[in-house]
Every structure is written in C-alpha cells, then in structure tokens.
C-alpha cells in the first residue's frame, strides 16, 4: 500500500469514525507461491507448485515457516535457487492453465487417482499390508458399510482368509 493509498484508507475510515491509527496497526500482507507440490501422506498431489498462497502475513517468522514447506514470495522458475526449482527438471515442466507447474511427479500422482477412480486395483504397498477396498482381493465378497469401509474389509479378510490374517499388520 503506498502513501496516496493509505491517505485514502484514512479519510475512508475517519468518516466512519474509525482513528488513523488504526490503518498503522494493520499487518501487511503479500501472495506467496508454491515452490513444491503438496502430497498427503498417501503421496497423492493435494496442491501443485505454481499454485498461488494469497493474502499472507509478511513478517518474517511467517515466512520462514512457509519456506520451510515450499511457500515462498516469488513465483517459480528456473533461475529460482530455492531447493525446488532447483531439483525440478525444467526441460520436462509444464505451465498448465491455471499457471500450476506439471511435471513428471504430478502427473505420475494425478494417474494413480485416475487408476483408483476407475476402480482399477491400487499397486501392494511396499511395507506388506494389504490395501482394503471395498471389494475382496480373494472372493467376491463386496462391503455394504458406507461408514469405514476399510475396517469392514479387514474384518471381513481375517475371518474368511487366514493366510491374509498373518500378513494385515493392523
């Protein structure tokens, strides 16, 4: 906000009966970009880098927190230095519409949710548990429960299968 600005803001205020030092208390704010994707601990994309973090405090405290996620005051780009742009492989990065950065990553996620959304079999975790869904690996069975289905499914592979029963590390 610069001074012409925050005269205007004054006399707005003033005629509302608002003081002037009010204006002088207010913390300013800036947008902020998204240096690196957001993944859920699933590792399924939730918000793209490139993707815009509007109306943030501008201290300094808030801002190292938000680097520390990948949150910064500049758009990304190549000749970024943070560790992001750093490691992000440019020559394969797409700008799409919505000024999102796509790269090898993001779309590797966006066609794993494709996959479970078509109702495809999501890959064997690494550590050995089995993935419940709501249809049995096994047999036929299907769950009926819309409350935790996953919890049904469990259940129902402990009871009927045993072998499985050894290896849900629930």
Do not use: F
Not at 12 to 38: F, K, M
Not at 55 to 61: S, V
Not at 111 to 120: C, H, L, S, W
């Amino acid at each position: 906000m610069n001074v012409s600005d925050r005269q205007d803001k004054r006399k707005e205020l003033a005629v509302l009966g608002v003081p002037g030092s009010y204006l002088d208390s207010w913390q300013p704010r800036v947008d902020n970009w998204r240096h690196i994707p957001y993944l859920d601990t699933k590792g399924m994309l939730v918000k793209p880098a490139g993707m815009s973090v509007p109306n943030q405090p501008d201290d300094m405290d808030s801002a190292l927190r938000r680097a520390r996620r990948g949150v910064l005051p500049t758009k990304p780009s190549s000749s970024c230095r943070c560790k992001g742009c750093r490691e992000r492989d440019w020559s394969d990065t797409v700008v799409d519409d919505e000024g999102y950065l796509i790269d090898a990553q993001v779309r590797a996620t966006r066609e794993a949710k494709e996959t479970i959304r078509n109702g495809d079999v999501a890959p064997k975790p690494s550590s050995g548990r089995v993935i419940t869904g709501t249809k049995c690996l096994d047999c036929d069975y299907v769950v009926t429960t819309k409350k935790r289905p996953s919890i049904a499914m469990a259940s129902h592979r402990r009871m009927k299968h045993e072998n499985v029963a050894a290896l849900d590390l629930r």
